[in-house]
């Protein structure tokens, strides 16, 4: 929306409107923010609208389940007292912003499965140990019966 103001009356007008139109935005902003639960509604409705995009499968901050409300907190203060113990300010800060996005990814399916893939991992190994011949060369073979 281009004003073209000419002269001092088109400037003494669009100071009007602008005005008027600030004073509409301030009544709307007051009806938000009236009472502690219309606040607390504002706020709610900001982040979580905030961090949802259409097509986006990863809900905002309080739509997360356990794990991934866990892993916000866990992931960057475990990387940042093992793995960057002496790192300064700005890495940490990097460390806690990159883990803070990949905690959207962290559920409890995403910790099922791997935990699914580690059981299957491990029961393979075992399974396979046990086919493997002893190191007598024989393999496990139960003797013969004798009548």
């Known amino acids: 929306m281009d004003v073209s103001i000419k002269n001092i009356t088109d400037l003494q007008e669009e100071i009007a409107r602008i005005r008027i139109i600030e004073a509409q935005q301030g009544q709307e902003l007051g009806k938000r923010f009236n009472s502690p639960s219309a606040i607390f509604a504002s706020i709610m409705s900001l982040i979580n609208s905030g961090n949802r995009k259409d097509g986006d499968d990863h809900p905002g901050i309080f739509n997360q389940d356990f794990f991934g409300l866990l892993s916000r907190i866990v992931l960057p203060v475990t990387l940042n007292k093992t793995l960057f113990k002496r790192s300064n300010f700005l890495v940490k800060t990097l460390v806690g912003l990159v883990s803070q996005k990949a905690s959207n990814y962290i ?17 393979s190994a075992i399974s396979s140990k046990a ?3 002893r190191k007598g060369g024989m393999p496990n073979v139960p003797p013969p019966v004798v009548m």
């Not at 559920?107 to 029961?123: N, P, Q, T």
């Open 131 to 133: 086919e493997t011949p």
């Open 107 to 123: 559920s409890s399916d995403a910790i099922h499965g791997l935990w699914d893939k580690v059981k299957s991992a491990v029961h």
